[in-house]
């Protein structure tokens, strides 16, 4: 019974802490107690659903690769709304995407942002994981949509990934 | 208390005589003949008492509610039927000993007979016509075994069936009569019914109640038109004729009219009912005989005649009628048993009834001979034999009728002509079996004389004859005198018991009856030419055509509108409401109540506009089965918005998430349907479909209109007063659900752990097979699990119940609960199922769905019992603030533990559910996996 | 101030969601009629995000939560069945 | 209130129904099934989530503390709506889904 | 207000009623929840309809009646389950009959004037 | 706090629940403790059954909050009634199932279990939503029994007969929710007091709830058009169960009696005796069309199946008389028929079973096993339920006409009820004479042997039908108090009043 007073995942367990707190409207001792119980019993229930733990080499990195996607988002969404309005009809293509990142986690990541960002969303990813099929809206060529990726999130992401 | 053992001695060695049915036939008839003999003695000290003219009586009370009663009476008319039962039976019992063959079921067959005597014992002492109704219906019950005693001949079913269905029917009509007499009587007591003739018969419902009486009188003593079923009771054993079918149950329906005599006779109504449907029988049955070959159908169709005989008697409502009546029905019972014995010995002899095979066996069995040819002369009205006495009397009773006109010739005139048929099928009885040349093939040849016992029977009946033609008075007289005084009421008019009356008219049409016969008889090859040119009807198989085409219709007829069409039943039931409904709803004069209505917002006009339409849509684009899913889950959003935009946030919640667990369901189904439903019905059904679906459409918004704008008072402000106080809570749905209600809401999760486990149940034995693809020609991808999605799906699970333990947690004070939190608890882990599949899913969740199921019943159910210990009812809640270190003060409210049951069981519920359909997909291979192991 | 901008918003929304339907029954394919279902969904959440501000009050911020799991749980498990045919598999 | 306050939640909102509308627009009038992708997954999402900030802003100044529900929830959609798309994608490049003339590249074989 | 919502009701029943004259298990199913939505808005607006007034103790200045919210919530809980088993029964109906019909008739031997009419799909 | 009132629905809660975790448990043990809970429940109905005949009302209040607003349990003699002859035939039922009927299903017991906690729920509830909920949870009971037993031929008929109950649940909901949105209120008491004061405006509504009501009511009762679901559902349901149901369609009754005697009673001002005048015609009409059936049928399940349909007419005829003669006698009838008809389907399975492929097909069949005993106890049910004499059946339906005073409905109800008899008479004589006596050569292969627990099980049932007889002055003497105190709806109204627990007595 001891040895199930442990918390199998410590990060989870912090998100689920902090969330309780903001989710409880402010911190007291009854959230804080209530938070820790939780935080200690939802990961015991949930530990089989999630065994690999994604491999973090540089989590601080991820706050400033959110930033900058939030930003695109913004961007891409008055992009994409400028498109949307204007009678001009859009040029659409497919685009393969050769992926360099190899864990799951990490290739997910890479295809919301693409879906979330300019002009691009992610259609598939190859069953071998190699490549990610992209509609792009609006695109001048495959280059040029490929390259704009992998500089500005896949390289993050292999740094913060191996 | 002797009377009740006379009649439920037989019912008792009933029982018992299965019993004995080892010891062989000796045993078992020698038992059998136990309640007989008891019964006689336990008469025999009463005799003295009738014959002071007076009556006993032996009442116990058993329904008053029912003015049924325990009751009965021994006068001088149930005493004559008494001794007829009795002694008759006794010697039915010993010929029976001989008649059966060993091998048959003697165990059944007397067990059978002495119900039959303890039912037929029950009618003539009952002393409440109710008790009466019982027994009688209960002579039709045993009869109809008794018919078929032989179950794997064909003609005695149907026989039995057809006797069955008429007494039977007959006995309703009585019964229906009966409770209109005891109605107009307040009583069932047959003194006070006695007593009540006068009251009765002014009665307006005297007509109807006296034609439903005599319906089941002339059922059951097979009058005229429903005497057909008695000459097809012949298929029965011998002793079962000579008994039921000549000495006693057909005598039941003459008791009845002799025993209800003073109540109901002396009408116009009786008159002409009772004498011409005794005539009509007198004279069907006479006529009948004389060409019947089978020796029993003979006798049958006499017994028909003669029971004409006795009603028409009864009918001619005179006193001295009524004292022949009674006679004649002493007289024709032992005649015709002796009869029936007979003839049974001859079958049983010859191993055939058919006169045109049977002849000569004077030279065989001289001895049975002479006993049924001086049975058979008093059958035929010869001088000297008991027969002749009383048919002189109904001679003479004939000749009194005033019927106007030329009219009066008739009844001597039928008299003197049943008569001459009379005399003829006796003379063929005596002639054509007896005597007439050589038998020809017999199947038992040659016949020889039965045992001697068999015959004694016989021999006391026929001796019974000549005492009783020889000195009427001496024999049966102080019998005679009682049982007709018992039916007069008292009053019994003089009457001479004699060999001879003088030579008068009677007596020439006796003469003429007798030498009309002969001369007839000898003419019979004129007679059977001529009665051969007619059809003959088989009665039993034109009931037997009719019951089978009563059958087929009925059959075809239900077939026809219980046509296994749940479009139809559906159809009905709508139809059915609206029909209640319209009046009420016409009736509601204006649509808009009181209140009015309140001003328009447009972005919820939007919204209802949208979901109209999605709804029409749905119905009107169904067939495209995907498509109608999806509208239908834009319906159910715009539902649950309704639910948010007018006050109702824990409606909203619940309707979201089930809405969505509803769809993902359907698409479990529809995986393995046809994506199409293809148009099955006509334009005009669905036209019709169609105004049914408006009218409903149209009602409930007229209804739901009306309602919405009369001003409304309810139970609920106390609930809103007390929800906080109370309750504890300040979500005033929530205490409802757990505290104010939580009766519904325990009912409620028992709904789901049953559906769920019914589910499962169906479930486990179902295969079916996947399409190969969608219904578009697309084969499925093999993509079952794409990475995204699993990734997306794992860190959404603790998140989920992180959300869930929030919303369970704060349900009592604000929207929440343990319904929703349970359902986004079920809806986290089937995004697993969906993302990840079935056998990496089940290898993860730590618990099986039935125990969770279970657990959250018992949950809720502990919270309930909780309460007992302190003295409260069931499901009382409590609630406390306490306060602990560092953690504060807080709530512990005992309904948490119930809401806690909720989302165990929800949780169960769903997934157990959902999780059952996935298994049948060919995917999920684990089937002996946690769920099914 | 913000009354009006309410209103304005929404105008917007609804008839966003107008659009949205329109494009349901459109169509012309399945996923077309899925995803104007899941975009309605997500409207739906800013309906009653809006709703609660209109009332000032945040009791119906958790249906908003409830809609986007279970709009995402629908879209997903449509998007399921139309390519794998069995959304449990 | 702020009147500071007012005013962006003024702009939050008719920002957040602005993109919404333009998401609906988008579904509705783009030519095909992966141009019309673009609208809700980028446009829908980011309105709401204007929406929802301009409700968090409301209810922080007006009474009830911060609202943390909200930002939940647009954390939820940001997550979520990529993977509809993508799955969504899917199903479409399964069925076959048309894409316009001019489209150049190819959908994958599902 | 009231009469859209009326209105509202009134084609989610017609609707659901259409729908469970149809002879297919799956329109039945589809026809059942839609009526089941139309009886649980009607249930629920059996206390009026109130704007704003949430029934959460000391939220609002005028409550709705929280009684048919609870019992519509009873109502939607126990029509999920009906729902469930009756998809499931039609999932055996399937299995057994090689058929989705209710009308107990069984496929192939339909009558000869509804298979002309009959159309399969696209 | 009389917490006896509480244990017909806590015994049948507790042993389902126990069974539920005891799926994988070993049969014996299953059936040990499920027949236990039966029979605990018989003993408790009893125990209640002797409280109640002192013809008071007893109210639980649930939670402990007063009538009207909280949920109240009201045992009287009608419940007290409902809940023996319910736990009589469970008995039985469940004695006759764990002769083998209640393999294949390790969830059989428990689902029957709950059957029974939601038909004495729906006896003893006092709350017309309550009512609801207790339909729901003995339906969706029932559901799964009816589908119990596996092969394909009752998957059709369980199919419609689940989609009707729903539809017939909806209704349900629409009538309560027209009904409280007048009155505003649920207690049955409560409404019952409310019904004078109805306006004229919402008459109207009021009205058109409580017959829609009627017709779900009438629906569970199976009466005409609404019947034509119950003959292939009940004839293809496994014995023990279709033998349970007998008392499924009495709910239906027992709803009608309760509501419409209380609700719409005599208090009720114009709305009293609401929709009566509908019923008497149709349940003439019902019980001929079961008449019809009866005599139509094909096999001796279906013609069972359509004695249900005879008995709820000729039971909502005597209802429907409106005096208390006619209820008297309509639950003397009711104790009868549903216990009679209940062996019915337990005796027509043990002959299905000795007959090989013939089963219960009234067709020439080659001689069947154990044919003294099985036709004896199929005599002894056919009398009782074609209301012969000597058996309860007569008594019952000598009550019924006696219970109707002279005019034009005693002409019709005399009518249906004798001509009715007669063709019963006929169809049951013709369906035994078949099955029983009808004989080809050949010998059927290996039929299952009669097992001591089965065969008492049917016997005992059709027995019960003596047992009335026997019984019959204390039996209606019951039923004439029961009678009576249900139509003095203001007493039951005074449950309002009972003091709760905390509070001055
Ligand atoms: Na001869
Ligand atoms: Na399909």
């Known amino acids: 019974m001891l040895d199930r007073l442990n918390f199998p995942q410590p990060w989870l367990s912090l998100l689920l802490f902090a969330i309780w707190q903001f989710l409880s409207d402010g911190i007291s001792g009854a959230s804080v107690v209530l938070g820790l119980f939780l935080a200690w019993l939802i990961p015991q229930i949930t530990q089989g659903f999630w065994p690999e733990r994604p491999g973090f080499i540089h989590p601080w990195r991820m706050p400033v690769y959110l930033a900058r996607v939030l930003m695109d988002i913004i961007v891409a969404s008055v992009s994409v709304a400028r498109l949307i309005l204007s009678p001009r009809a859009p040029s659409p293509m497919f685009v393969c995407y050769p992926l360099e990142l190899e864990h799951p986690l990490a290739i997910s990541i890479l295809a919301s942002t693409i879906s979330l960002t300019p002009g691009t969303v992610s259609a598939d990813v190859s069953d071998d994981n190699k490549t990610l099929l992209i509609h792009a809206l609006d695109a001048q060529s495959e280059q040029e949509v490929i390259d704009a990726i992998k500089t500005r999130y896949e390289k993050p992401l292999l740094e913060m990934f191996k | 208390m002797s009377l009740p053992l006379v009649v439920l001695l037989p019912f008792l060695g009933a029982l018992a005589a299965p019993l004995f049915a080892q010891g062989g036939r000796t045993a078992i008839a020698i038992a059998a003949s136990v309640p007989a003999l008891i019964a006689l003695a336990a008469l025999y000290p009463h005799w003295q008492t009738l014959a002071d003219g007076g009556v006993v009586l032996h009442s116990y009370p058993w329904l008053p509610q029912l003015g049924l009663s325990f009751s009965f009476r021994l006068d001088g008319l149930s005493l004559l039927f008494a001794l007829l039962i009795l002694l008759i039976g006794l010697l039915i019992i010993l010929y029976a000993r001989y008649y059966l063959k060993p091998q048959e079921n003697v165990g059944k067959f007397y067990a059978l007979l002495l119900c039959f005597k303890g039912s037929m014992l029950g009618i003539v002492l009952s002393s409440n016509l109710l008790l009466m109704m019982i027994f009688w219906e209960l002579t039709s019950l045993t009869s109809f075994l008794l018919i078929s005693f032989w179950t794997h001949k064909q003609d005695a079913r149907r026989g039995a069936r057809m006797a069955l269905a008429v007494t039977g029917g007959g006995g309703l009509a009585l019964l229906a009569g009966i409770l209109i007499i005891g109605n107009i009587v307040g009583s069932f007591e047959l003194d006070a019914v006695l007593a009540a003739g006068d009251q009765i018969k002014a009665h307006s419902l005297y007509p109807v109640a006296l034609t439903l009486v005599l319906l089941g009188a002339f059922t059951k003593s097979a009058q005229f038109p429903f005497h057909f079923w008695l000459p097809h009771a012949m298929q029965a054993p011998t002793p079962v004729s000579a008994y039921l079918h000549s000495a006693t149950m057909v005598k039941a329906g003459i008791f009845l009219m002799a025993r209800l005599y003073p109540a109901l006779a002396g009408t116009e109504q009786w008159f002409y009912m009772v004498s011409f449907t005794g005539m009509a029988t007198l004279l069907i049955g006479a006529y009948v005989a004389m060409f019947k070959h089978d020796l029993k159908g003979l006798l049958a169709h006499s017994t028909v005649s003669h029971l004409g005989l006795i009603t028409l008697l009864f009918g001619m409502g005179t006193q001295l009628a009524a004292v022949a009546a009674v006679f004649h029905v002493i007289n024709h019972a032992i005649f015709k048993a002796s009869l029936f014995m007979a003839a049974g010995i001859i079958d049983h002899e010859t191993g055939t009834r058919d006169m045109r095979r049977i002849n000569g066996l004077w030279r065989y069995m001289p001895h049975t001979a002479t006993l049924a040819m001086v049975a058979a002369s008093s059958m035929a009205g010869v001088p000297l034999l008991n027969g002749f006495l009383s048919k002189e009397m109904f001679f003479a009773e004939s000749l009194q009728l005033n019927l106007p006109g030329i009219w009066a010739w008739l009844p001597p005139l039928v008299a003197t002509l049943a008569g001459i048929f009379a005399v003829a099928y006796s003379a063929r009885f005596i002639h054509d079996v007896f005597f007439n040349g050589k038998p020809v093939d017999l199947p038992i040849y040659p016949p020889h004389e039965p045992p001697r016992y068999m015959k004694i029977p016989v021999e006391i009946l026929v001796f019974a004859c000549i005492m009783v033609g020889v000195f009427p008075a001496l024999s049966v007289g102080p019998l005679l005198y009682a049982a007709a005084s018992a039916t007069l009421g008292g009053e019994v008019p003089e009457y001479h018991l004699a060999i001879l009356h003088g030579f008068n008219l009677p007596l020439f049409m006796s003469f003429a009856a007798f030498f009309g016969g002969l001369l007839m008889y000898s003419q019979r090859q004129r007679f059977f030419d001529f009665h051969a040119r007619f059809r003959e009807i088989d009665e039993k198989a034109v009931f037997e055509a009719t019951v089978s085409r009563i059958a087929s219709l009925a059959t075809r007829f239900t077939g026809h509108i219980e046509n296994g069409s749940l479009q139809r039943y559906a159809g009905l039931l709508v139809i059915s409401v609206l029909a209640v409904a319209i009046a009420p709803l016409m009736n509601l004069g204006v649509f808009v109540g009181e209140s009015g209505l309140s001003p328009v917002d447009w972005p919820t006009l939007i919204g209802i506009g949208i979901l109209i339409l999605c709804a029409l849509a749905t119905a009107a684009l169904h067939r495209e089965r995907f498509y109608a899913l999806v509208l239908l889950s834009v319906v159910g959003l715009m539902v649950a918005l309704g639910f948010a935009r007018f006050s109702a946030p824990d409606l909203a919640m619940t309707q979201l998430s089930v809405e969505v667990v509803t769809i993902v369901l359907l698409m479990l189904a529809l995986f393995y349907m046809p994506s199409w439903t293809p148009i099955e019905s006509s334009t005009t059904r669905r036209l019709r479909d169609i105004a049914i679906a408006l009218a409903a459409g149209a009602g409930m918004t007229v209804v739901t209109l009306a309602m919405l704008t009369q001003p409304f008072a309810s139970i609920s402000e106390f609930f809103l007063a007390n929800s906080k106080p109370g309750g504890g809570g300040t979500n005033v749905v929530n205490v409802i659900l757990v505290d104010f209600r939580g009766f519904d809401t325990l009912g409620e999760i028992t709904v789901l752990a049953i559906a769920a486990l019914g589910i499962y149940a169906m479930l486990k034995e179902t295969a079916l097979t996947p399409p190969p693809g969608d219904g578009l020609g697309h084969r499925w991808t093999r993509d079952a699990y794409p990475l995204m999605l699993r990734q997306i799906a794992r860190p959404m699970l603790p998140l989920a119940l992180m959300v869930s333990a929030y919303i369970f947690l704060r349900g009592h004070n604000l929207p929440g609960g343990g319904f929703i939190a349970g359902l986004i608890t079920a809806v986290a882990l089937i995004l697993q199922y969906i993302a990840s599949g079935m056998i990496w899913t089940q290898d993860r969740v730590p618990f099986r769905y039935h125990n969770m199921v279970g657990l959250g019943l018992l949950f809720a159910t502990i919270a309930g019992v909780g309460s007992y210990a302190f003295g409260y009812p069931f499901l009382t809640s409590t609630f406390d603030y306490i306060s602990w270190p560092i953690v504060g003060k807080f709530e512990v409210a005992s309904a948490l533990v119930f809401d806690l049951g909720v989302y165990l069981t929800v949780i169960g519920a769903t997934l157990l559910a959902l999780v059952s359909i996935g298994r049948l997909s060919p995917h999920s291979a684990i089937k002996s996996k946690k769920e099914g192991a | 101030m913000i009354t009006i901008a309410l209103y304005i918003t929404l105008a917007m929304v609804m008839i966003a969601a107008l659009l949205n339907v329109y494009r349901l029954i459109r169509g012309p394919d399945s996923p077309d009629r899925v995803l104007a279902l899941d975009t309605l969904y997500i409207n739906a959440i800013a309906l009653i995000i809006l709703l609660g501000i209109t009332l000032g009050t945040r009791l119906y911020l958790e249906s908003a939560l409830l809609i986007a799991v279970m709009g995402f749980v629908g879209t997903v498990a449509m998007a399921k069945y139309l390519k794998r045919g069995s959304v449990i598999e | 209130m702020n009147e500071i306050a007012e005013y962006i939640i003024a702009a939050l909102l008719l920002v957040g129904g602005f993109f919404t509308l333009v998401g609906a627009i988008g579904l509705a009038r783009l030519p095909d099934f992966f141009t019309r992708l673009h609208g809700p997954t980028k446009a829908t999402t980011v309105g709401v989530g204007a929406i929802m900030l301009a409700s968090v802003l409301y209810f922080s100044v007006s009474h009830d503390g911060i609202g943390i529900s909200e930002i939940l929830i647009t954390v939820f959609l940001f997550m979520t709506a990529p993977v509809s798309a993508n799955i969504l994608a899917k199903a479409a490049m399964h069925i076959g889904v048309k894409s316009m003339d001019d489209t150049r590249g190819k959908p994958w074989e599902q | ?122 | 706090m009389n917490h006896w009132l509480t244990a017909p629905i806590l015994i049948p809660l507790f042993g389902g629940m126990l069974q539920v975790f005891m799926g994988y448990a070993p049969i014996s043990l299953r059936r040990t403790l499920a027949l236990t809970t039966t029979v605990l429940l018989l003993a408790a109905s009893i125990v209640l059954l002797v409280m109640a005949d002192d013809g008071s009302y007893r109210a639980y209040a649930f939670g402990n909050w007063q009538p009207p607003f909280g949920i109240v349990l009201v045992l009287d003699r009608l419940a007290a009634l409902m809940l023996v002859m319910t736990s009589v035939l469970a008995l039985f039922c469940h004695l006759y199932s764990i002769g083998g009927a209640d393999e294949g299903n390790r969830q059989f017991h428990a689902l029957f279990l709950f059957q029974l906690l939601g038909l004495n729920i729906a006896f003893l509830t006092g709350d017309l939503f309550n009512l609801f909920v207790a339909f729901e949870v003995l339906l969706i009971a029932s559901y799964g029994l009816l589908m119990h037993g596996g092969g394909t031929t009752r998957t059709v008929p369980g199919l419609h007969y689940v989609v009707l109950n729903l539809i017939g649940s909806a209704i349900f909901l629409i009538s309560v929710g027209m009904i409280y949105s007048v009155t505003g209120t649920l207690n049955m008491a409560d409404l019952a007091d409310k019904m004078a004061d109805v306006s004229d405006e919402n008459i109207h509504i009021v009205k058109a709830g409580g017959m829609m009501l009627l017709v779900v009511f009438g629906l569970k009762a199976a009466i005409l058009p609404l019947c034509f679901w119950l003959p292939r559902a009940y004839a293809k349901a496994t014995a023990p169960v279709a033998a349970l149901f007998a008392v499924m369609t009495k709910v239906g009754i027992y709803a009608i009696l309760r509501v419409y005697s209380l609700v719409f009673g005599d208090q009720a001002g114009e709305l009293s005796g609401l929709g009566m005048d509908w019923l008497f015609p149709l349940a003439l009409i019902t019980l001929a069309m079961g008449v019809i059936g009866a005599l139509g049928s094909e096999s001796l399940k279906t013609l069972v199946a359509w004695q249900v349909i005879i008995s709820v007419g000729t039971l909502l005829a005597a209802m429907s008389l409106g005096s208390v003669e006619g209820t008297s006698a309509a639950l003397f009838y009711l104790l009868n028929t549903t216990w009679v008809v209940g062996g019915l389907f337990l005796v027509a399975d043990l002959i299905s079973r000795q007959r090989g492929t013939a089963a219960d097909k009234i067709v020439t069949a080659p001689r069947m096993r154990n044919r003294t005993f099985l036709s004896v106890l199929f005599l002894i049910g056919a009398v009782a339920a074609a209301g012969l004499p000597p058996l309860s059946g007569f008594f019952a339906k000598l009550l019924i006409l006696q219970s109707v005073t002279p005019g034009p409905q005693m002409a019709w109800l005399w009518s249906v009820i004798l001509i009715g008899g007669f063709f019963s008479l006929i169809a049951y004589s013709r369906a035994g004479s078949i099955v029983f006596w009808r004989n080809v050569e050949g010998h059927i292969e290996d039929p299952g042997k009669l097992s001591g627990t089965v065969s008492v099980a049917a016997g005992a049932l059709v027995a019960l039908s003596i047992v009335i007889v026997a019984l019959a002055g204390p039996i209606s003497r019951y039923t004439d108090a029961t009678a009576a105190q249900l139509h003095d709806s203001n007493a039951y109204i005074g449950i309002l009043q009972t003091p709760m627990v905390g509070e001055d007595e």
Do not use: C, W
């Open chain 5, 1 to 122: 207000m009231e009469l859209a919502f009326a209105l509202a009701i009134g084609a989610l029943t017609a609707s659901g009623v259409y729908l469970l004259l149809r002879a297919r298990t799956f329109p039945v199913v589809v026809g059942l929840t839609l009526l089941s939505y139309g009886v649980n808005l009607f249930l629920f607006s059996s206390g009026r309809l109130v704007s704003g007034g949430q029934p959460i103790i000391g939220s609002t200045a005028a409550y709705s009646d929280p009684l048919p919210q609870a019992l519509v919530l009873t109502a939607i809980v126990i029509g999920f389950a009906m729902t469930a088993f009756v998809v499931v029964l039609a999932l055996r109906n399937l299995a057994d009959n090689d058929d989705d019909h209710v009308d107990g008739r069984q496929s192939g031997t339909d009558s000869k004037l509804d298979s002309a009419e009959e159309v399969t799909g696209k």
